[in-house]
């Protein structure tokens, strides 16, 4: 259970792995495989297995930990697997990106320093193609008026194990409307973000990830976030609060 767990001390080992995932995702567009890590760090195949399941527990990474090759299922901003998000640099594709968010987000990574990003989408609702175009940490052009990143996951589900399912449940939508229609789809009720309010959400954490080799790991308390998203202006009443 991740939610509530304090800061950690990264080991050294942890520290290697990350930096490591991080710049070989950026070169090749995918994560490395347990020999790549290996070669590019040094570190044994158990070091490199309890780093993994370190990073999963302060919130960088998921892995698969049933699997003996621990395999890297996301590390944010990248996903190992198609997602609702694809990046592309110079256009050409470079790699599927973990959520909404993590759109927004990705250009603020030191790899991508003073380059501008494609990042396409969809509604979530429609299934209509979105795209918006990013540079530094800021969207520069968007295929749509006003799009909102749709958010199904109460705060209370958020990262019971790891962080998948959340990032799961962060979506474009094109509209208000269409996130309405979309939460007949699936059920359950969302919050919705405007891009600008996306970005002020994102920026404590974004700033230091990739370009600091010791920032913190990252903790989930539900409470603590109903109170930063209540002084975002965020409409919280989908979720009774």
Known sequence: MAQYVPRLEW???????????????????RGPNLRQAHEGTGLSRRDLVQAYKELQTGIVMVVDQDS?????????????????VEMYLDDRFHSFIGCAHEAVAVSKMPHFAGRELRLETYCACCLEPMSFRSREFEVIQTSHANPLVHWSSPLWDWVHEDMKSMCDHVNMVIDADHALAFERQIGRRGILFTLEQVRTFVEPSIGVRGWDYHWPSITMNPEGLIAHFRHLGIDLSPWGL
Do not use: M, T, V
């Not at 890297?72 to 198609?82: D, E, L, Q, T, W």
């Open 11 to 29: 080991s050294e080992r942890a520290l290697q792995a990350r930096q490591f995932i991080f710049d070989f995702w950026a070169e090749h567009g």
């Open 68 to 84: 003996p090759n621990c395999d890297i299922i996301k590390i944010p901003p990248y996903s190992s697997f198609p997602s609702q």
